[in-house]
């Protein structure tokens, strides 16, 4: 975006305002009728001065939201040059909203509306024009919400929009009962007069997935109704229409489905989606359509109905941040604690989690500064972590290892588990620390002492490993891959380098890393890092409080960011964190993201049945032992608004037996703001359709905002049996793993595996991606379930046909077709042909040649089968 200095054009003549402001209210004063007294009014009071502001954008680092609500008329918020972009207050508390004063500077909204909401998500308009004409608007309105936003969809000049000022006066409590953001309507008992054909039922409108509607027959008047199971009172519905749309309609109550009450009429409906503010009660509402808005019938992909009764804000209990409740699977030691003790907890788990792989229990064991003596073998959903400022605070005289003798030696699914945070001193006359992991275990801002030592990564006679994560770390000796398919190191120091290969090793930012040299052996060295934020973390400071340390981005870096150093960040009390334990609603999760606070996840399963709405700039999600957020009913499991800053790092993700539209959303579409300085990161994120039960999702993790990170991920769809675990081509559904919307989108370390269309789509601009592990799905049960149009299976990585500039490094692509292996995949990567558009090294492998993936790349790159199993290409193009 170009950015532009405040002096760049006049500012508006403050002095000739305030001259006519004068004359004015000495005019009106004349022509009061003498002896008449003006009627006596309470002053307003000023609500949103030096309250939290964000911005869908900011035109630089000189106009921030916090501008326009710092009682300073000569600070700016400016946004970018496009439309729409808002700003938006949060009051602090529910207020009855009685007028809002705009001081625009040169850059005003000609059209715009004043927006209220309780939750930050919904929102309902309280004024709206498209004559806007700038200067300064003191407008009344009637209205209450905790946020208030002014939503711009037209600017009155080339530029963006600018406020010198955003007042919001009111009152701040009351008996003004709240709105909220429960849809009372989502899977309840629905009805219509009419359905276009069988696949468009009257419950689609109801059933919470965007990718299902009711439509009805093409004539007037049509209606759908939904009973909500008592009488309610109901403050909003929303209307989320397909194009065939209703011009004409009413919203209607009834007690008894049989006499009903108009609370809304329009006959100059648009479509699109309509946020309507009603007052009304009832049992049954209806959508009652009189005038169609097409020559097709009415077409709705949701009703939506919120109410007051019952939906008052949830309350949020404070966190104690020297004496935190970490929730009953969280153990915490410190030097005083036997060893006797800790060996034992340490033992018990192990023994319980090391075949756990789709059990519900999940754990985190927390060492505070100091040295101790134990041997930690993980198992399954078992995180391990000092409480130290630096790894070095924490000294574990014995091992932290991962062993595969539970599956005969092989690896290949030891997943879901990490190690962070410590430093390992190992035992006398031992020198081989074992890591044997494939997918989501990272071995994170870890310190393996002692150069005579060496971590091996699998030791290449047991079994394979496949895949795994090794960031800021520092190990004194040398790192062995041995038996390891592919590894990402990032950001890590090896004293004594690192030896061996098999087929994808990339190193990025890693001192002491081997060489480059592709494919044999197969090592990509990316000497520098370009932009990256490691990943936040719990400590205990001097004093004992509680505190997570949010790492501050580093630019083109290599080395880790505290051997030696100082690492650079903010430090958070635990006091402004939410501790969410198991059985907490996402009505309470975000009734404490409105309240402003962070959210710190223990460990266990957290069933939602609405999305976790994160609307907060530099907001931090934390996990431990990770924390599963599991989306029931066909719920979306998190949506992150268009902001600055948020971070989500350990948490895992799942779906539930319905299908949710997807899983984790980051940006709504549309979403255009530039995050290049504070872009949003997510570490240590995963992904799970089906594993401990039949899991649905169409997709997994969207990314529609710009600049955000990725820094270890792991999207995977269970797709063959293991320990009893369903599967089935038609069981665990889900299209597509990643899809990526967004500009400038990077990901560090991304493994997607067995999706049924396309593993990866990526739509932006600019992205880049350093490390990709794919496996495409085993399942296909013959070529005709199984094809992309004329195209023989789905690539794993989509770039469109759109997308001018993007580039990646270190790419593999795996079959195993084991239902069929006569099913073919035509390519693993799809991607314009563009010097822009740049791929290094790459590989393609059929797994023991069980099926068949015909090219690399396009059609360029030879084939994997079972006759020639692994194929190597460098560049494209």
């Given amino acids: 975006m170009t950015s532009r200095a405040t002096s760049a054009r006049p500012r508006p003549r403050r002095a000739v305002r305030h001259l006519l402001l004068g004359l004015t209210v000495a005019l009106v004063a004349a022509l009061t009728p003498a002896g008449v007294p003006t009627p006596a009014q309470a002053a307003p009071t000023l609500l949103s001065q030096g309250r939290p502001a964000t911005a869908s954008s900011t035109e630089n680092a000189g106009t921030p939201a916090a501008a326009a609500v710092d009682g300073n008329t000569g600070t700016r918020w400016a946004s970018a040059f496009s439309d729409p972009q808002w700003l938006q207050v949060d009051l602090g508390a529910r207020a009855t909203l009685s007028q809002v004063t705009l001081q625009w500077e040169g850059a005003y909204a000609r059209a715009f509306q004043l927006q209220t909401s309780d939750d930050g998500a919904t929102w309902t308009t309280i004024y709206s024009t498209t004559t806007g004409a700038g200067g300064t608007q003191t407008l009344a309105v009637t209205g209450a919400g905790r946020y208030v936003r002014m939503y711009g969809t037209a600017r009155g000049t080339g530029y963006g929009y600018s406020l010198w000022e955003f007042q919001v006066y009111g009152e701040t409590g009351g008996s003004t009962p709240t709105c909220g953001s429960t849809n009372a309507a989502q899977g309840r008992p629905v009805t219509a007069s009419s359905t276009e054909n069988a696949g468009t039922p009257a419950s689609a409108a109801v059933d919470g997935n965007a990718g299902t509607r009711w439509a009805s027959a093409a004539s007037d008047p049509q209606w759908l109704r939904v009973d909500l199971g008592s009488t309610q009172s109901i403050c909003r519905v929303v209307l989320t229409w397909e194009a065939a749309y209703a011009r004409a309609f009413q919203l209607q109550t009834s007690a008894d489905g049989n006499t009903w009450t108009t609370i809304y009429s329009t006959t100059t409906g648009a479509g699109g989606t309509q946020t309507l503010a009603v007052t009304g009660s009832g049992r049954y509402l209806r959508m009652y359509g009189t005038a169609r808005g097409t020559t ?70 927390l060492f505070k500064p100091g040295t101790y003596t134990a041997d930690v073998n993980l198992g399954f959903f078992t995180q391990v972590a000092g409480l130290g400022m630096s790894p070095d605070d924490v000294n574990l005289n014995g091992h932290v290892r991962v062993e595969a003798a539970w599956f005969g030696g092989n690896a290949t699914q030891n997943f879901w588990r990490a190690a962070e945070n410590l430093s390992v001193t190992l035992p006398a006359g031992v020198s081989v620390e074992r890591w044997a992991v494939s997918q989501a275990a990272p071995y994170r801002r870890m310190h393996l002492r002692g150069a005579q030592n060496q971590i091996q990564l699998w030791n290449g006679g047991d079994g394979w490993s496949s895949g795994g994560l090794m960031a800021d770390t520092r190990v004194d000796g040398l790192v062995v891959s041995g038996s390891q398919q592919q590894w990402y190191s990032r950001n890590s120091e090896f004293g004594n380098g690192w030896t061996g290969s098999v087929w994808n090793m990339v190193f990025q930012g890693v001192t002491g890393a081997p060489p480059p040299s592709f494919p ?12 990256v934020r490691e990943k936040p973390f719990l400590y205990v400071d001097g004093t004992g409080e509680y505190r997570v340390f949010v790492p501050a981005l580093r630019n083109n870096s290599t080395g880790t960011s505290w051997y030696g150093k100082t690492p650079a960040g903010s430090s958070i009390s635990l006091s402004q964190f939410f501790i969410v334990q198991p059985g907490t609603s996402a009505a309470t999760i975000n009734a404490a993201l409105a309240q402003g606070k962070h959210l710190l996840f223990t460990p266990g399963v957290h069933h939602v049945t609405e999305p976790i709405q994160v609307n907060r700039a530099d907001t931090v999600i934390l996990g431990l032992g990770l924390a599963t957020i599991q989306a029931d009913n066909g719920s979306v499991g998190m949506r992150v608004a268009d902001v600055d800053g948020v971070k989500v790092a350990g948490i895992m993700f799942e779906a539930g037996t319905t299908n949710s539209p997807v899983l984790m959303e980051v940006g709504p579409t549309g979403s255009a703001a530039s995050h290049a300085a504070n872009p949003t990161s997510l570490h240590d994120v995963f992904f799970r359709i089906g594993g401990p039960h039949v899991g649905r999702a169409t997709n997994t993790l969207t990314v529609n905002s710009d600049n955000v990170i990725g820094d270890h991920m792991w999207l995977w769809r269970a797709d063959h049996a293991a320990s009893g675990v369903p599967t089935g081509w038609t069981l665990n559904t889900a299209d597509t793993g990643l899809t990526v919307n967004g500009d400038n989108v990077t990901m560090y370390g991304l493994f997607v595996e067995h999706y049924q269309k396309y593993q990866t789509v990526w739509n932006g601009n600019g992205g880049r991606t350093y490390f990709y592990q794919n496996e495409m799905p085993y399942d296909p049960p013959n070529q005709g379930a199984w094809m992309n149009g004329a195209t023989r299976g789905y690539a794993a990585y989509k770039v469109a046909d759109s997308v001018t500039s993007h580039q990646a490094w270190g790419m593999g692509s795996y079959c195993y077709f084991n239902v069929n292996p006569a099913v073919i995949a035509d390519r693993a990567i799809e991607a314009p042909t563009n010097p822009n558009v740049r791929f290094t090294n790459m590989v393609t492998v059929s797994l023991g040649g069980v099926g068949t993936i015909n090219r690399v790349i396009n059609n360029t790159g030879g084939t994997a089968n079972a006759a020639n199993q692994q194929v190597y290409l460098t560049t494209y193009p």
């Fill in 296 to 365: 097709y019938g009415y077409s709705l992909w949701e009703l939506a109905v919120n109410t007051t009764g019952g939906t008052s804000e949830p309350p949020v209990d404070p966190t104690d941040p020297r004496n935190p409740n970490l929730g009953p699977n969280t153990f915490v030691f410190d030097p005083s604690t036997p060893t006797a003790t800790i060996q034992s907890r340490l033992h018990t788990l192990f023994t319980q989690q090391e075949t756990n792989q789709f059990g519900p229990q999940r754990y985190a064991v």
């Fill in 520 to 531: 044999n052996p197969s090592h990509t060295v990316i000497p520098q890092t370009p932009q």
